[in-house]
């Protein structure tokens, strides 16, 4: 019943928003669970959340934001698995979580200041190469992607379809690399298929939660959602530290 609570939570958070599953899931799950399973397993359920909502929504979709973001996700992914090993990767995800937090507070005090009204190629490279080094470092692409989006000021619906058309391939591509490396086991199948019936009603009550925000209410609760991540990010550094 907890590992089916979680996975409801998670599921409807990911909806609602288009990020953030991971954060809830992976840690309670892995109270119950090995650590082995409930990783892929997140991924797994996030596959089938994305295809869900992409069939849903896909006249939302920004495909060519989508589609550069995940392009050079693919560049990042490699120098993120290079800061697994680096010695100062807990300095470097310190520094993270005071960017995301210091990004949050401020367009929280000022909500106008910091905006793009056109697509900026650049920009939008940036944030999908360092959602592939996040990505491949710690798992959590979704930082960068949330910043573009917010800047960009996407619509409620045009965030949630347009992330989770990033993380469909995206996900799928992690999980290839799980199965790969024998992770995909016949116990995350099963917990997975278990998880299903209870994860699908949450992504319909998700979308129906999206469809209720405004732009400027919507974009308060994304800040809200990164200062949490940010502090997320603190809290393990200085937890591996002790």
Do not use: C
């Not at 896909?58 to 934001?65: E, Y």
């Not at 190469?129 to 960068?144: R, T």
């Amino acid at each position: 019943m907890f590992v089916l609570a979680v996975v409801f939570i998670a599921t409807l958070v990911r909806s609602a928003f288009g990020f953030g599953e991971a954060l809830i899931a992976v840690p309670l799950l892995a109270l119950f669970m090995p650590l082995q399973v409930a990783a892929p397993l997140a991924v797994l359920l996030s596959i089938a959340i994305a295809a869900v909502v992409v069939v849903q929504d896909w006249k939302h979709i920004h495909l060519r934001s989508a589609s550069g973001l995940l392009g050079a996700t693919v560049f990042g992914i490699p120098l993120g698995l290079l800061l697994l090993t680096h010695a100062h990767q807990e300095l470097v995800k310190a520094g993270l979580g005071i960017f995301i937090l210091l990004f949050a507070a401020y367009s929280l005090l000022s909500p106008d200041t910091l905006r793009l009204d056109r697509e900026h190629q650049p920009l939008l490279l940036l944030a999908g190469f360092l959602a592939g080094i996040l990505g491949g470092a710690y798992g959590m692409n979704g930082p960068p992607l949330v910043i573009y989006g917010s800047l960009r000021r996407w619509s409620p619906q045009h965030f949630r379809a347009t992330l989770h058309a990033y993380f469909l391939p995206a996900s799928i591509l992690g999980m290839a690399g799980y199965w790969s490396a024998g992770l995909w086991t016949r116990t995350v199948t099963h917990e997975f298929l278990f998880s299903v019936p209870i994860a699908l009603p949450a992504v319909f009550l998700g979308r129906a939660l999206n469809h209720r925000f405004t732009g400027t209410g919507f974009l308060k609760y994304v800040y809200v959602g990164l200062m949490l991540i940010g502090g997320i990010l603190l809290a393990e550094t200085v937890t591996h530290r002790v």
